[in-house]
C-alpha cells in the first residue's frame, strides 16, 4: 500500500495574503481559490490555507528543496528582509545549518507558522559533533 499526504489545513489571518506568501517564497504557482481554502500546491500534495476564527496555534511546515531550489528560495528570504535561523528555537539568527550533510533555514510566515527548507531529510547523512541536530544536541 503506498500513502501520501494529499491535504492538511492552515489557519491564516489572511487566507489570501498567507497563500500569496508561501506560494511567491517558494517559488509556486500562485494560490487557488477553492470554497473557503485558498490552496498552494505542493507535487501531488496542498496546503490550504483557510481563515482562522479563533487564535492561531503556530505549527511547522517543513519541504524538501533542490540545492538550486534553496539558493532561489533562501534568495527571496533575504530579498524580503525576512529574520531567519538555523535552528527551530530561533536561537541561531541569520544562519543556515548543514545538518546531515545538506543545508536548512527557518524563518515565520504572517502568522508565526514555522517554515523550514531542507536539502536533505533529516538522519539521512548522520551528524558530528561540529554539526549536531537540534533534537539531539546537548543544551
Known amino acids: 500500500m503506498t500513502i501520501h499526504l494529499d ?7 489572511d487566507r489570501d495574503g498567507s497563500a500569496r506568501f508561501l506560494s511567491e517564497i517558494l517559488g509556486l504557482p500562485s494560490p487557488q481559490t477553492v ?25 511547522h511546515y517543513a519541504f ?9 528560495i533562501f534568495r527571496r528570504i533575504r530579498d524580503r ?4 535561523w538555523a535552528d527551530p528555537g530561533r536561537r ?9 550533510g545538506g543545508r536548512g533555514v527557518y524563518w515565520d510566515d504572517p502568522n508565526g507558522h514555522l517554515l523550514e527548507i531542507i536539502t536533505r531529510p533529516y538522519g539521512s547523512g548522520g551528524t558530528t559533533t561540529d554539526t549536531p541536530h537540534p533534537l539531539v544536541a546537548d543544551d
Do not use: K
Open 7 to 13: 491535504h492538511t489545513i492552515v489557519p491564516a489571518r
Open 35 to 59: 470554497g473557503p481554502f485558498a490552496i498552494v500546491r505542493i507535487g501531488d500534495t496542498s496546503l490550504d490555507f483557510v481563515a482562522a476564527e479563533d487564535d492561531i496555534h503556530p505549527q
Open 64 to 72: 524538501l528543496v533542490s540545492e538550486a531550489e534553496f539558493d532561489a
Open 81 to 84: 528582509g525576512l529574520p531567519y
Open 92 to 100: 541561531d539568527e541569520d544562519r543556515i545549518n548543514r545538518w546531515d
